[in-house]
């Protein structure tokens, strides 16, 4: 499958799976969410208090929940419109956060200078997803949205066996893909990666600089950190 293809099934896949999502996940609320995570967020907290904050692929809102109650303000985005529909409904401890469908690699069509300037950008199982080649041409159009000094922070998934089923593959460019059948009896095909803390720091260190990771293994959790140049 091409990028383009993989993008594709993603892109219809989590358009269906909106539903679905916080039940996949775990998410009942922000207070036991809050408790299991409560060491990946004493990671960050110290990044997110008082800045103006873009969130990519926020999904239902889980993490916007954690963000508004520390940050200035946040700009939460998502390419799907039941997404942040679900997370419009949840409840947030500050007024200052706004939602928006935008596209991840394609942020200039859907934000603008009047939206920044951000300080800090924040993303959870989002970098698993973006098909390999695609992460420089990514990360570089991101770091023209941000303040110089401004922080990154990816959260994702470390490998869990129950994601190695019989029809996954590593296709020519080393995306894992999976299939992944909903409740509605649909089959996706879904790029799900476990970068090693090695290839992070490949694609990260010539554009940033004080490069953290971290990994959480009851948590099955790795975090990335870094400041952009
Ligand atoms: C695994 S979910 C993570 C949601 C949320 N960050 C969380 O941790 O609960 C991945 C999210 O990426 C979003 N997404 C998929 N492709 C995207 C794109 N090109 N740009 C922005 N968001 C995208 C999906 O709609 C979905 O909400």
Request: with cysteine.
């Amino acid at each position: 499958m091409s990028a383009d293809d993989l993008i594709r099934q993603m892109h219809a896949y989590y358009r269906d799976c909106a539903p679905w999502h916080d039940d996949y996940m775990s998410y009942t609320d922000n207070a036991s969410m809050e408790a299991l995570l409560g060491p990946i967020i004493d990671l960050i907290e110290v990044d997110l208090v008082g800045k103006r904050i873009l969130e990519l692929a926020c999904g239902t809102g889980n993490w916007t929940q954690v963000l508004v109650k520390r940050a200035g303000s946040v700009l939460a985005t998502d390419t799907h419109r039941s997404s942040i529909d679900l997370a419009l409904a949840k409840t947030y401890e500050s007024p200052h956060v706004e939602f928006r469908v935008a596209n991840a690699y394609r942020l200039s069509d859907f934000i603008g200078p009047e939206d920044g300037p951000f300080q800090v950008v924040f993303a959870a199982d989002w970098w698993s997803h973006m098909p390999k080649s695609l992460i420089p041409g990514f990360l570089d159009r991101l770091h023209t949205h941000l303040v110089p000094g401004a922080t990154v922070i990816m959260l994702d998934m470390t490998p869990k066996d129950s994601l190695i089923m019989p029809d996954s593959y590593y296709d020519d460019e080393g995306n894992y893909i999976h299939p992944r059948t909903l409740p509605n009896g649909k089959q996706y095909f879904v790029v799900k990666n476990f970068p090693s803390e090695q290839e992070l720091y490949a694609v990260v260190s010539p554009r940033g600089s004080q490069i953290e990771y971290h990994e959480n293994h009851p948590l099955r959790r790795w975090l990335l950190k870094y400041v952009v140049a």
